[in-house]
């Protein structure tokens, strides 16, 4: 068991392609971490640094105490699954799992002679972590089958599973659902989940999927261009992004922004749209800075039918009038297309909602739970 640590690591491939930028996480152990971002972000490079299939430029990867810059990627104890795994065609399920233990436990055919009760010993313990895990993944039923006689799903628990059965002190696992239809998604993650609850190993997963992260990771380390953007529990990601790009990427419908002014009558500040304003709670940091040019946000389920009980009681100071434009049944609830003025707004709401579409409406939103971000930096102000 073994927590991880990336130490000041950046990768420059070629002259100037920073994959990773001066990347510093710290995974506990036995923590599942998710490691989340688009396309190029430098996730699957991270990964693959502490793998060691990967060399970083500088700084340190680290697993439990140990710098593991110098350790061949053998003797570093990872397992780790990809998106695109490949399983041996011409073995059957039981085989493609036991041959990874084989290689390493079973010390070659004149070794075998020469050690016959222990070689026996051996074999009778990987028979039985086979089946063991078989048995957790639910692959039992088709061990004496080869890889194209199963579905997709069936072979990616194949692949899971012969990472499992090694034991190893890291897990990585780098997209290894994305092949999976939505169902057998969502099946096999709670799975995963499950699996690393029993098996308590420190595990590290890419994704790009937002949804994924929040579901499955105790903690989301959300990335761009190579830079750690954030790293923490997804209720607090959620709740309190650092910048922007975290609270775009983060929720999903994704968060409103609006460009706003902060503005001040008497001792009330407001974060100004123009066409609407909206009071800022009391001492929120953003109220002494009137003038400045900001990025209101606000998340499609912060906005509430006025008419229909909710978190919020209307008052002038939180309620909004705003044209329907478009009203997409989600069944519990309805994804509402809004239009104050000039600015859109996108909201999220309760199935009860007589609002109907081409007509004005009014809408309450939670300020508790409005988001500012400087324009200069993109970052939170809070
Ligand atoms: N071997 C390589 N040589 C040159 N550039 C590379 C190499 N591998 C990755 N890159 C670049 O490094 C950046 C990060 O790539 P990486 O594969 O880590 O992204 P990713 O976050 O895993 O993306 P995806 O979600 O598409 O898998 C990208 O700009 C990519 O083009
Ligand atoms: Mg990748």
């Given at each position: 068991m073994a927590g991880v640590a990336f130490r000041n690591i950046s990768k420059v491939f070629?002259?100037?392609?920073?994959?990773?930028?001066?990347l510093n996480l710290e995974i506990r152990d036995k923590e599942f971490m998710v490691l989340v971002g688009p396309s190029g972000c430098g996730k699957t490079t991270a990964l693959r640094m502490i793998a060691g299939l990967e060399e970083s430029t500088e700084g340190d990867i680290m697993i439990g105490e140990v710098r593991?810059?110098?350790?061949p990627p053998k003797d570093r104890d990872i397992a780790m699954v990809f998106q695109n795994y490949a399983l041996y065609?011409?073995?059957?399920v039981y085989d493609n799992i036991a041959f990874g233990l084989r290689l390493r436990e079973l010390k070659g055919f004149f070794w075998q002679l020469t050690h016959m009760a222990e070689a026996r010993r051996i074999k009778l313990d990987i028979d039985s972590r086979v089946k063991e895990v078989a048995r957790m993944l639910q692959i039992e039923k088709y061990l004496?089958?080869?890889?194209?006689?199963?579905s997709g799903g069936q072979r990616q628990r194949v692949a899971l599973a012969r990472a499992i059965v090694?034991?190893?002190k890291v897990f990585l696992m780098d997209?290894?659902?994305?092949?999976?239809?939505a169902k057998l998604r969502v099946e096999t993650r709670a799975e995963l989940i499950r699996l690393h609850r029993s098996l308590g190993i420190t595990t590290i997963y890419v994704t790009h999927d937002q949804t994924e992260a929040m579901t499955m990771g105790q903690r989301i380390a959300i990335m761009r261009d190579g830079k750690l953007q954030q790293c923490d529990e997804p209720e607090t990601v959620y709740a309190y992004p650092a910048n922007k790009f975290v609270a775009s990427f983060i929720g999903s419908p994704p968060m409103n922004f609006v460009d706003a002014k902060i503005t001040n009558v008497g001792e009330q500040a407001y974060v100004d749209a123009g066409d609407f304003k909206l009071a800022l709670p009391a001492?929120?940091?953003?109220?002494?800075?009137?003038g400045k040019s900001v990025t209101l946000g606000i998340r499609?389920?912060?906005?509430?039918?006025?008419?229909l009980p909710s978190r919020v009681t209307p008052n002038e100071l939180n309620t909004i009038r705003a044209k329907v434009d478009v009203l997409e049944p989600l069944g519990d609830r309805y994804i509402a297309y809004l239009t104050i003025g000039g600015h859109k707004l996108v909201s999220s709401i309760d199935n009860e909602t007589k609002i109907k579409v081409d007509q004005e409406a009014n809408f309450t939103i939670n300020l508790e739970r409005i988001h500012i971000f400087d324009n200069d930096t993109e970052a939170a102000i809070r």
């Open positions: 070629g002259k100037d392609v920073k994959a990773v930028d001066n593991v810059n110098d350790v065609p011409h073995m059957n004496h089958r080869r890889p194209k006689e199963l090694r034991k190893p997209e290894p659902l994305s092949n999976l239809d001492g929120h940091p953003a109220a002494g800075m009137s499609p389920e912060e906005i509430f039918d006025a008419t």
